[in-house]
Antibody, heavy 120, light 106 residues
């Protein structure tokens, strides 16, 4: 059974930093791209970032480029999102989502999400 | 930038067919994915790569994608299908989501 378990969400001040993690199980982790998708409560879905199965190629939404870094440790089956220079508009539930192939295309499994709140 | 447009809301009577559209330039040349999200839950894929229904998703869910429009069709809609539905595609190294459609089963 595929499982994705996010952690690391917290209340952080504007300008601060935070690292999210996503622990995966139930599939061959290195064979698939993994993505971060966020959702402001009551609003729609917004893609944040994706990383290829090998970790060699990364992709970012313009809104987070230069502030967020996605990475993965295939030996630990874990995905990360290092977030810096956080803004109020980054407040959201952050989901990790497994892709259907080695590079981002679309998602077949989602985690339960972790809440990031950026506020003073 | 590439945009996907969905109607904000669709209403359907129980047992009837619901069609939820997703429009984008030459969307038919891309793969479309559809996700269902119920309140307080994570999204669940109901159709991937235009027409494929994952195991565990009822047969009443189907998808098509041609020209500028992808369509999610729910035949014999049930009350449990009431949810938000999002389309999604990949373009120019970016994942794009539609704005979402709230399906109401009256």
């Amino acid at each position: 059974e595929v499982q994705l378990l996010e952690s690391g969400g917290a209340l952080v001040q504007p300008g601060g930093s935070l690292r999210l993690s996503c622990a995966a199980s139930g599939f061959t982790f290195s064979n698939f791209a993994i993505n971060w998708v966020r959702q402001t409560p009551g609003k729609g879905l917004g893609w944040v970032s994706g990383i290829s199965g090998s970790g060699g190629i990364t992709y970012y939404a313009d809104s987070v480029k230069g502030r967020f870094i996605i990475s993965r440790d295939n030996s630990k089956n874990t995905l990360y999102l290092q977030m810096s220079s956080l803004r109020a508009e980054d407040t959201a539930i952050y989901y990790c989502a497994k892709d259907v192939q080695w590079a981002p295309r679309g998602f077949d499994y989602w985690g339960q999400g972790t809440l990031v709140t950026v506020s003073s | 930038s590439y945009d996907l447009t969905q109607p904000p809301s669709v209403s359907v009577s129980p047992g009837q067919t619901a069609n939820i559209t997703c429009s984008g330039d030459n969307l038919g040349e891309k793969y479309a994915f559809w996700y269902q999200q119920k309140p307080g839950q994570s999204p669940v894929v109901v159709i991937y790569q235009n027409t494929t229904r994952p195991s565990g998703i009822p047969e009443r869910f189907s998808g098509s994608n041609s020209g500028n429009t992808a369509t999610l069709t729910i035949s014999g809609t049930q009350a449990m299908d009431e949810a938000d539905y999002y389309c999604q595609a990949w373009d120019s190294s970016t994942v794009i989501f539609g704005g979402g459609t709230k399906l109401t089963v009256l």
